[in-house]
């Protein structure tokens, strides 16, 4: 059985991936009404996958006898200046996680809760492997900026994801 705290934060996080999911989306829509329909296509994948990440914690929490309590999501913002600023905004909310993930890893070293920490090691990697995908992009983005050419390449390597 999973800890009261245990379960109040896992459902707080489980909140945090959904945002993450409609924040994502919302930055498709963004990609769409400007025609960039690979870097659409990139963001629609990653709000499946924060969707997923969502779903990963309800399961577990359910496999632990948790109760899942779903909350309000906020409204992501609708609108940014560029790509750039987008990717920006991506990596700085990646982080965001990166140190709620971190927090429940505490969480689960104070409480001696070993089948939290072992599930939360995915989940540390996981967040690993999304700063990187994001700095790689925004880095993309910076070295192109000015480039509608090179703009067009990357919508074209985004849309193989």
Known sequence: MISK???KAINEQIRAELY???????MAA?????????FAHWMRRQAEEERGHAMKFFDYLVERGGRVELMAIDAPRTSWSSPEEIF????????KVTSLINGL???????????????LQWF???QVEEEASAEEILHKLRVLSGSPQGMLILDRELAQR
């Open 30 to 38: 963004h990609f769409e009404a400007d025609n960039l329909r690979g």
């Open 88 to 95: 920006q905004e991506v990596l700085e909310h990646e982080r």
């Open 20 to 26: 993450s999911s409609y924040l994502y989306l919302s």
């Open 124 to 126: 540390i990697s996981e």
């Open 105 to 119: 890893y505490e969480k689960a070293l104070a409480e001696k809760d070993y089948p939290s920490q072992i599930m």
């Open 5 to 7: 705290e245990m379960e």
